[in-house]
């Protein structure tokens, strides 16, 4: 009879002898709590116990978070994972919100159906002193331009030019922050990031905001073929980037915090200023900081953890445009007609006549360089007992609107679209008794293109332009 019952229980001894069942999942974290940047990690690990001490490789353990993420930049709240020497592990980045992240571990085990589960805690918490993006150190450029001066880049309205645009991030220690919230936000165009890289895109079918003249600031003006009103701030986009941060302020003492006598910089809700006069007016684009559908100037206080901004501007050029405000010739002030009416020069060592020739487009911005090296515009002035000369000058991709640091226009600046040239006479009296009757000539070429050094900006989108007048000497002709 006993050996009976043993032959009868022998199968369930065995069963539970070979079932080889998953015994534990534990979870341990490096750091239990990190700071609220979006940027910080704590490096959790999940491992799975046997019970007979085998090593369990290849076992896919699922991780899902319900606060921060498993890659930066990105929403990811679940990761499967395969167990290395029975363990496996993720990496949890912070929120930018004072919470707690409830992470989660489970296993399912295919041959028994036995599912495991494990949870464990991080606390998001203060930051570092200091580690926090700071305004006063937060800054952006497009172009080749010094921060606080807008970039000229030739579009030509065909071309598919860009601007790469720069980021200083630092914190109120000017050490260097991540950003991974970093947005961007364009009158006209767009930023897109590639390979680690910002890059504005320019988009031709939306352009700025049309502006009326600045008359307070003697801001130059004419009217296009249109009917419209065209002036320099009609080329000019605003450009802002916002993130989470802190606001600035003095700190007096150098004790890393902010003291309720020191002073701060309350700023407002994040906005694109697109008629660019330094303040929000109504259907501008602004980030709802707080969420209460208005646009809010700021709340009177130091704020450590709000959304910051900063911004730019970019002035978007098009080809030379001809006309009497426009790509003309002026001498003494007034218009000249190249064609039937260029200013004789009196024969005679001594003798002038002033030129000035400007190089602009529609909205009477200087024409863009884009390749400093090959951009150029060459002045050649020649003719018989004349001063010949060839002058080459180098175009530059800066704008002529002077900005204030708070990007508010300070004045128009027409330096960098006027050239200046004088046509003189080096013929003695006897000279100009025997010369036949002679001319001279002004010849203006200007290369130019759409964009820096690439491949798609070839030849055939080369600007080429070519002005050419010739205008008599008078008192020639009636000698031997």
């Known amino acids: 009879m006993k050996r009976t019952l043993l032959l009868l229980l022998l199968p369930l001894f065995l069963s539970i002898a070979c079932s080889d069942p998953v015994s534990e999942l534990t979870l341990e974290a490096d750091k239990l709590e990190i700071p609220a940047d979006g940027a910080s990690v ?16 290849g076992l896919d353990v699922t991780f899902t978070t319900d606060k921060g993420t498993f890659e930066l930049s990105k929403t990811t709240l679940t990761k499967k994972v395969k167990t290395v020497k029975s363990k496996a592990s993720v990496t949890l980045y912070s929120s930018l919100n004072k919470e707690t992240a409830k992470v989660t571990a489970t296993y399912v085990d295919k041959g028994t159906k036995q599912t495991l589960m494990n949870e464990i805690e991080i606390l998001f918490g203060e930051l570092e002193v200091g580690k926090k993006l700071s305004a006063r150190n937060f800054t952006l450029s497009c172009g080749d ?10 579009v030509y309205a065909e071309s598919a030019a860009v601007s790469e645009c720069f980021i200083l991030a630092q914190d109120r220690s000017k050490n260097p922050v991540n950003v991974p919230d970093l947005k961007f936000v364009a009158e006209s165009g767009y930023v897109e990031k590639i390979a680690g890289r ?28 249109d009917g419209k009103t065209k ?26 915090k902010k003291d309720p006598d020191e002073f701060a910089v309350d700023i407002t809700e994040p906005y694109v200023d697109a008629n660019d006069n330094g303040k929000y007016d109504q259907g501008e684009f602004y980030y709802d900081t707080n969420g209460n559908n208005v646009y809010d100037e700021g709340n009177g206080e130091w704020d450590n953890n709000t959304t910051i901004y900063t911004q730019t501007k970019l002035l978007l050029t098009g080809a ?19 064609v039937t009416g260029p200013i004789p020069l009196q024969c005679g060592i001594g003798n002038s006549v002033p030129y000035t020739f400007y190089l602009v487009d529609e909205n009477l911005n200087p024409i863009a360089a884009n390749r400093d ?11 018989t ?3 010949a000369s060839t002058a080459t000058n180098t175009l530059k991709d800066t704008a002529g609107i002077q900005f204030d640091n708070k990007w508010r226009v300070s004045y128009f600046d027409d330096t960098q679209s006027k050239f200046t040239f004088m046509i003189k006479s080096t013929a003695t009296p006897e000279d100009c008794e025997k010369t036949t009757a002679q ?15 690439n491949l798609q900006y070839d030849e055939r989108s080369k600007i080429e332009r070519k002005w050419l007048f010739t205008a008599p000497i008078i008192g020639t002709g009636g000698g031997d």
């Open 42 to 57: 704590s490096n959790i690990t999940a491992k799975i116990t046997v019970e007979d001490q085998k090593v369990a490789d």
């Open 145 to 154: 331009a010094e921060v606080g001066a807008a970039n000229n880049l030739g």
């Open 198 to 225: 910002y890059f504005y895109f320019p988009e031709t079918n939306r352009k700025p905001l049309d502006v009326d003249p600045d008359q307070s600031r003697a801001e130059g003006s004419r009217i296009g073929n």
């Open 231 to 256: 002036n320099p701030r009609d080329g000019l986009v605003t450009i802002i980037a916002y993130a989470n941060g802190e606001e600035d302020f003095n700190d007096i003492n150098l004790n890393g």
């Open 320 to 338: 030379p445009f001809e006309d009497d405000f426009a790509t003309r010739f002026e001498s003494g002030g007034n218009v000249v007609n190249i």
């Open 373 to 383: 090296d090959e951009s150029k515009l060459t002045i050649k002035i020649s003719g």
């Open 385 to 387: 007992k004349i001063e």
């Open 439 to 453: 001319n001279y000539a002004v010849e203006i070429t200007l290369t130019t293109y759409p964009g820096k050094k």
